[in-house]
């Protein structure tokens, strides 16, 4: 138990206090018998043995072993679980939405002092998805900054452009409904709390942030309940669905040409070709519709980072890896071209605007410089220290929208109160609680 209350999310004193109880005395790190340091990295990305083969090669004083121990929701509790076993990696990656809760678990360290001299390689909206009241706890490797991935070939048939606002998508669901009612803009799935987060935080509302040293939830604030308003008379309207996504049955859709768009994020024609090969050419990726037509703004979907365990005992070689792995010329390429991510980087940006476009729209020869031009625009999300809460309460609370026809902005409602009665459960200090 804690024996006072963490201040913020940066309490390392209390945490790591308290993590010290249930971490048995451990080696993070090791020497090999030639010298090296032996540093151990647990990543589920595509390619990451590459990319470590490749460290390994140009950097002799170090050796980076690799393990995949899967991503996903059970990464960050296997992680979590390593810790207080005792056998943590020196560095792991990170989604970006259970980071915070990394940090006051006292499984990431503050590498500010390491990493600072690499600030200047990232956009600010990236460097800021790690960086909490001006200290540093992960590195960034991929970004999803939001767009619309959309079927241009149908849309193009029945005469509409792709949406510039969300009013124009409105309007566009209606034009091609109204023409063939097989047809459906897209779903929005009832457990896509982070989609919903994301798309607030586009609207103006962060549903976690930090004053001085209380957290503020406001998952039910004025904007988010008008961003649920918005898609709840959509799909009153049969405009929308708002079933599961990659199902059978959605991947059916895809396949077919009846599931028109995904509001999703840069990252999102990788899994629909995955999905749906044969549809190549006859897709495009847009900006995301906006809510002020003036506005460019978006945030971001998904994304991860790499963090620094705080049980490391080679912390230093441990920031050099990750510098070289997220933001050297070289990592950042290998983040586009191995894992087929979207580079945090700028170089890794910059790079992408010379690449071949993903095999979903061959034909879109602008592709990346699109994405680079949304990426410009981007919007950081603060995550809160207990999203696993979040995403059970909304869910749980969206099915019974869907399924009893009540008030989609409600559920922001039931997900607040669960998670301020859960961030005060465990001792938090709250702004508005």
């Not at 010379?354 to 729209?361: E, F, G, R, V, Y």
Request: hydrophobic content about 40%; overall charge positive.
């Amino acid at each position: 138990m804690r024996t006072r209350k963490p201040r913020n999310i940066l309490a390392a004193a209390t945490v790591t206090a308290v993590t010290a109880l249930l971490v048995p005395s451990c080696s993070f790190g090791s020497t090999s018998d030639d010298g090296r340091v032996t540093l151990q990295f647990w990543s589920w990305a595509p390619g990451s043995d590459k990319e470590v083969a490749e460290f390994n090669r140009t950097h002799p004083g170090i050796k980076v072993v690799h393990t995949d121990a899967g991503g996903g929701d059970t990464s960050a509790a296997k992680l979590l679980a390593a810790v207080r076993a005792g056998n943590a990696p020196d560095l792991a990656t990170v989604e970006n939405t259970s980071l915070p809760r990394m940090i006051v678990s006292g499984v990431a360290k503050d590498i500010t002092a390491y990493v600072s001299d690499v600030k200047n390689k990232y956009a600010p909206g990236s460097w800021a998805q790690t960086t909490f009241s001006d200290k540093t706890y992960a590195l960034p490797q991929d970004v999803g900054p939001m767009a619309l991935v959309y079927r241009k070939d149908v849309f193009d048939r029945y005469g509409v452009a792709a949406p510039r606002t969300w009013a124009d998508f409105r309007k566009a669901a209606a034009t091609i409904k109204a023409q063939n009612p097989k047809l459906t803009i897209a779903s929005l799935a009832p457990d896509g709390w982070g989609y919903y987060a994301s798309i607030a935080a586009q609207a103006g509302d962060d549903w976690w942030s930090i004053d001085g040293d209380k957290w503020n939830v406001d998952i039910d604030g004025d904007n988010s309940r008008k961003v649920m308003e918005f898609f709840e008379g959509m799909y009153k309207d049969g405009l929308i669905a708002a079933d599961p996504q990659l199902t059978p049955a959605y991947n059916q859709k895809l396949n077919d040409g009846t599931m028109l768009s995904w509001p999703s994020a840069v990252w999102a024609p990788g899994v629909v070709y995955g999905v749906a090969p044969k549809t190549a050419g006859k897709w495009a990726l847009a900006p995301l519709p906006r809510w002020n037509a003036n506005d460019p703004t978006v945030s971001f979907q998904g994304g991860s980072s790499v963090a620094i365990t705080a049980h490391s005992e080679h912390p230093k070689e441990a920031a050099e890896f990750a510098k070289w792995l997220n933001a050297s010329d070289a990592g950042a390429r290998m983040v586009l071209n191995v894992q087929n991510a979207y580079p945090a980087a700028l170089s890794g940006q910059r790079a992408a605007t010379s690449q071949k476009p993903p095999a979903l729209m061959p034909q879109q020869a602008d592709y990346y410089k699109v994405a680079a031009g949304i990426a410009k625009h981007t919007r950081p999300v603060t995550w809160g220290p207990n999203t696993n809460v979040a995403a059970a309460a909304f869910t749980d609370a969206m099915n019974s929208a869907i399924r009893n026809g009540t008030s989609w902005a409600h559920v922001l409602t039931v997900t607040q109160k669960a998670v301020v009665d859960d961030l005060k459960k465990q001792g938090f200090d709250l702004k508005n609680g």
